[in-house]
């Protein structure tokens, strides 16, 4: 069982950055596989990102590719967002994700834990 907590959203100009946080409470967080989801509102659930058990490999959406960055610390049970260069199109709701497993996974049915989500706004 893991219980994930997310933090670091607010309201952001466009072109700022940002850094969330995910803190994950169980053990054996380094057993599992990280991701990163946002929902605007009126849309479906939309993946961001993902880091495999030991950081090893990162994977993004499209739409933040080159922008955003994936990162996590085990010995801290924390998985880290880095988002520059915002833009409007980038406020939603983001999510954190976690499965116990390898590899890694981009649609939010492969996931078994999600933490409550936390409100980016891009705006002037």
């Known amino acids: 069982q893991v219980q994930l907590v997310e933090s670091g959203g607010r309201l952001v100009q466009p072109g700022g950055s940002l850094r969330l946080s995910c803190a994950a409470s169980?053990?054996?967080?380094?057993?599992?596989?990280m991701g990163w989801f946002r929902q605007a509102p009126g849309k479906e659930r939309e993946f961001v990102a993902a880091?495999?058990?030991?950081?090893?490999?990162?994977y993004y959406g499209d739409s933040v590719k080159g922008r955003f960055t994936i990162s996590r610390d085990n010995a801290k049970n924390t998985v880290y967002l880095h988002m520059n260069s915002l833009k409007a199109e980038d406020t939603a709701v983001y999510y954190c994700?976690?499965?116990?497993?390898?590899?890694?996974?981009?649609?939010?049915?492969?996931?078994?834990?999600w933490g409550q989500g936390t409100q980016v706004t891009v705006s002037s």
């Open positions: 880091i495999t058990w030991n950081g090893g490999n990162t």
């Open positions: 994700a976690a499965v116990p497993n390898v590899g890694y996974y981009t649609r939010p049915s492969e996931y078994t834990y």
């Open positions: 169980g053990r054996r967080f380094g057993g599992y596989v």
